[in-house]
């Protein structure tokens, strides 16, 4: 349905299971990157995330289910693809007591950089990350926006055709992340394939696809306008000065999904919202209650990823 046509297709997962004793972490899904796609990979703390992504990056083998990563098989072709792909771990493995070009220097011979390019892809991506002026600073004393743009430059050192980055922006600032995806958006921009993890709903906006997983298991697909307009609710903001009273009032009607303090205001979430503004006002009037506006609210990705688990979770079996 939300799968787009690629002319090429980098990532094929197709129902990936591992399984860790009696406890299943990831739960037979399915999903397909195009080449030079940024794909995000939303779910949950422990909902299978890092895990998959170690499968792909064959770091680990799979229970069930069967996965590519650039043409090469996950379990068969695991070594190949490791010269493939860079992938940045959710904590980043640099050298504290390295410079920054120590670090590349050493991630240069890790993923086997022939000897005559490393003077170029180490100048390359120092310049990409914009690090070159810090070449001879020690690891340890950046700051995390650095060491993130650091990990980064070592992660595509050999130019990888797939990038795994698992939740990349955390603990960053709004600004360091923001220049942290220009540079994926730059490297995409040269057919580079990029998977990114990240709990951040804003950041998901800037990946043209992302799949979200809970408990394992797949919960939606496709772009973030196509999930937003799967959403089934419509969200209302409602001004009033007796926020504790309307929201106890609002919970007990059958087409209010949720009632929520936001700020100063309500909001709540209803099946479909056919009232106008002074309907909803007498509605709450009847109630005992006074409100001053009603507005709608645009649909966030974190309302349709919390509808979407908490959907799964009473549907369990199904
Ligand atoms: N080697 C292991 N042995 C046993 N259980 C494991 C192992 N690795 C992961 N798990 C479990 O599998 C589940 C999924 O873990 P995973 O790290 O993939 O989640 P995640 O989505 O990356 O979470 P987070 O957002 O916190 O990084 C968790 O319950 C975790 O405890
Ligand atoms: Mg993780």
């Given at each position: 349905?939300?799968?787009?046509?690629?002319?090429?297709?980098?990532?094929?997962?197709?129902?990936?299971?591992?399984?860790?004793?009696?406890?299943?972490?990831?739960?037979?899904?399915?999903?397909?990157?195009?080449?030079?796609?940024?794909?995000?990979?939303?779910?949950?703390?422990?909902?299978?995330?890092?895990?998959?992504?170690?499968?792909?990056?064959?770091?680990?083998?799979?229970?069930?289910?069967?996965?590519?990563?650039?043409?090469?098989?996950?379990?068969?072709?695991?070594?190949?693809?490791?010269?493939?792909?860079?992938?940045?771990?959710?904590?980043?493995?640099?050298?504290?007591?390295?410079?920054?070009?120590?670090?590349?220097?050493?991630?240069?011979?890790?993923?086997?950089?022939?000897?005559?390019?490393?003077?170029?892809?180490?100048?390359?991506?120092?310049?990409?990350?914009n690090?070159?002026?810090?070449?001879?600073?020690?690891?340890?004393?950046?700051?995390?926006?650095?060491?993130?743009?650091?990990?980064?430059?070592?992660?595509?050192?050999?130019?990888?055709?797939?990038?795994?980055?698992?939740?990349?922006?955390?603990?960053?600032?709004?600004?360091?992340?923001r220049r942290f995806w220009d540079l994926i958006d730059s490297?995409?921009?040269?057919?580079?394939?990029?998977?990114?993890?990240?709990?951040?709903?804003?950041?998901?906006?800037y990946?043209?696809?992302?799949?979200?997983?809970?408990?394992?298991?797949?919960?939606?697909?496709?772009?973030?306008?196509?999930?937003?307009?799967?959403?089934?609710?419509?969200?209302?903001?409602?001004?009033?000065?007796?926020?504790?009273?309307?929201?106890?009032?609002?919970?007990?009607?059958?087409?209010?999904?949720?009632?929520?303090?936001?700020?100063?205001?309500?909001?709540?979430?209803?099946?479909?919202?056919?009232?106008?503004?002074?309907?909803?006002?007498?509605?709450?009037?009847?109630?005992?209650?006074?409100?001053?506006?009603?507005?709608?609210?645009?649909?966030?990705?974190?309302?349709?990823?919390?509808?979407?688990?908490?959907?799964?979770?009473?549907?369990?079996?199904?």
């Amino acid at each position: 349905m939300t799968e787009r046509a690629c002319d090429e297709k980098a990532i094929v997962v197709d129902g990936l299971v591992k399984r860790f004793g009696d406890f299943t972490a990831v739960d037979g899904v399915s999903f397909d990157v195009c080449k030079g796609e940024i794909f995000g990979f939303l779910g949950p703390n422990g909902s299978g995330k890092s895990t998959t992504i170690r499968m792909l990056c064959g770091l680990l083998t799979p229970t069930a289910g069967n996965a590519s990563v650039a043409g090469l098989d996950v379990v068969t072709q695991a070594r190949q693809i490791q010269s493939r792909i860079g992938y940045m771990s959710q904590k980043f493995s640099l050298y504290d007591d390295l410079t920054v070009m120590e670090n590349l220097l050493f991630f240069a011979g890790v993923y086997k950089v022939k000897p005559d390019r490393v003077e170029q892809r180490i100048g390359a991506v120092l310049d990409l990350a914009n690090l070159t002026a810090d070449s001879n600073t020690l690891t340890g004393t950046l700051s995390v926006g650095y060491k993130q743009r650091l990990a980064l430059a070592s992660a595509v050192v050999h130019e990888p055709d797939v990038l795994f980055l698992d939740e990349p922006t955390s603990g960053v600032d709004p600004v360091s992340r923001r220049r942290f995806w220009d540079l994926i958006d730059s490297l995409a921009r040269t057919g580079v394939t990029v998977l990114v993890t990240t709990h951040v709903m804003e950041e998901a906006e800037y990946c043209n696809r992302l799949v979200m997983i809970d408990k394992g298991r797949r919960v939606a697909l496709g772009s973030a306008a196509e999930l937003k307009q799967g959403y089934a609710f419509e969200v209302l903001e409602i001004r009033t000065r007796d926020v504790m009273n309307a929201m106890r009032v609002a919970e007990n009607w059958p087409d209010v999904v949720e009632a929520a303090l936001f700020g100063e205001d309500l909001h709540i979430t209803c099946r479909e919202n056919t009232r106008t503004t002074l309907q909803w006002q007498e509605r709450f009037a009847k109630a005992g209650v006074s409100i001053q506006s009603v507005k709608p609210v645009e649909v966030t990705l974190e309302d349709v990823f919390v509808s979407l688990v908490a959907s799964a979770e009473g549907t369990t079996g199904a």
